[in-house]
């Protein structure tokens, strides 16, 4: 029997084939993302316009941070700068340390006649939005390309390496996390020097690959950017070990490590901008 | 029984309630809220699928996975397809869904957001890589309960009790 609303005879196609249509765009949508990448125009879409409506909706937490602070304890605060002083000292004496290196550095390397190493400029940026983390760790970050960032730069908190940005926007950009199980990081062992190359292994968790059976690791042991990359400055921490263990049906280690950046709670970070090299350098990178 | 069908679903219902709903998603969510988060766009396109199937369809819900799929940073078309299924399940089960009460409702719900979640997984599975962990079925739950506290609201809204007398 007929509903109201509803008509006697059947003139738009029917449920299934409407569902047929709509997987066949669907399957060649992602067709279309994943092998030809041509559906970036409609990400930049979405981005402009939920930028604006994230940036409005990010306020309430903000507000609720600033009132927190506000109602901090006298002695709290006291205590906080007394500590912070000291901290400054403590980097003051480093920072003379590291300029008269610098400038050491600089001479040596004038003398070599070694090209100077390219600058850096750093841009900072705040969490804009965060998406879940089944497939893909990512996060989104409320500035930029008009703030000089594209994709491939290295972004770190006070702790360590956080990610590379991975898609930038006109005004915000997508950061892949050390832990996405697609990012590889080249690494050192800080303790003995070792290359090797750290993988994400999901849920804020990384593990380092291909070590041989007799490598010198062990639980504690911090990992470090190693550089060869070109993408990441050397020295940047990583990751610290967690667990090794050694399989009979294996050549390699197992080796399990904990980023040091904060993934999840980092609110704040930096995005290390190097200047792009000159064309003769580019033209001898492969 | 059907009265509900009939008196609500003016578009402009329809468009304020799907677009509370993407502005719902786009605060910044984080740790176990981001976990239990009910997907609410998904939650608002079946609501009215199930009320008003001659205005909502596959058209809008495909384009809502494409937003789903942007905001998780993955590929696009994983939500789309999964929403699509989601919605030729609630026509197929339209007739049937609305002679029950909010709880039997949300009952019934409950496979339906399960089958979308498992398409969502399957999908990126095959297109990008296997999960870490089954962290993805939590919002079935989420959404399950966000539909049977939407639904009982309304038919208190409506001036009926939240279970039918038999």
Do not use: C
């Amino acid at each position: 029997m007929a509903m109201p609303g509803q008509l006697m005879f059947v003139r738009q196609l029917g449920p299934n084939a409407r569902l047929l249509i709509w997987l066949l765009v669907g399957v060649s949508s992602m067709v279309l993302d994943t092998r030809y990448q041509t559906l970036d125009g409609l990400r930049s879409g979405f981005s402009l316009a939920l930028q604006p409506v994230r940036e409005v909706l990010r306020a309430p937490s903000a507000v609720a941070l600033e009132l927190q602070g506000f109602f901090t304890r006298h002695r709290l605060l006291q205590n906080e700068r007394d500590a912070l002083l000291a901290e400054r000292a403590h980097w003051q004496n480093q920072l003379n340390d590291t300029q008269s290196l610098a400038r050491e550095n600089a001479e040596l390397r004038g003398l070599l006649q070694l090209p100077a190493r390219p600058g850096q400029q750093v841009v900072r940026a705040a969490l804009l939005y965060q998406g879940h983390n089944w497939f893909a760790q990512r996060i989104t970050l409320d500035q930029g390309a008009a703030a000089g960032l594209r994709g491939g730069l290295p972004v770190v908190d006070a702790n360590g390496l956080v990610g590379q940005v991975s898609r930038v926007y006109p005004g915000s950009s997508e950061v892949t996390l050390v832990s996405d199980a697609n990012q590889l990081t080249p690494v050192f062992i800080e303790r003995t020097g070792q290359r090797g190359l750290a993988a994400g292994s999901g849920r804020n968790q990384m593990e380092l690959r291909y070590m041989p059976a007799q490598t010198d690791i062990r639980r504690g042991d911090r990992l470090l950017t190693s550089g060869i990359d070109r993408v990441y400055p050397a020295g940047i921490p990583v990751a610290r070990v967690t667990r090794v263990t050694r399989s009979q049906s294996s050549p390699y280690l197992r080796i399990e490590s904990q980023p040091l950046a904060g993934l999840d709670r980092s609110q704040a970070v930096l995005v290390l901008v190097t200047e792009a090299l000159a064309p003769e350098a580019q033209a001898v990178q492969p | 029984m059907n009265a509900p069908a009939q008196a609500f679903g003016s578009w402009r219902h329809i468009f304020g309630s799907l677009i509370l709903a993407v502005l719902l998603e786009q605060f910044p969510w984080t740790g176990w809220a981001l976990a239990l988060r009910p997907d609410f766009v998904l939650v608002g396109v079946l609501f009215w699928v199930l009320y008003q199937p001659a205005r909502i369809g596959f058209g809008v819900a495909f384009f809502l996975g494409l937003l789903a799929d942007f905001q998780d940073g993955v590929v696009f078309g994983q939500h789309a397809i999964a929403y699509a299924l989601g919605v030729y399940i609630v026509l197929f089960l339209r007739l049937r869904l609305l002679q029950f009460d909010p709880l039997r409702m949300a009952a019934q719900m409950f496979p339906v957001f399960l089958a979308v979640q498992l398409v969502v997984l399957l999908a990126g599975w095959l297109a990008i890589n296997p999960p870490d962990n089954l962290a993805i079925l939590l919002p079935v739950l989420g959404s399950t309960l966000l539909w049977y506290l939407l639904t009982g609201f309304l038919r208190l809204w409506h001036g009926k009790s939240l279970q039918d007398r038999t």
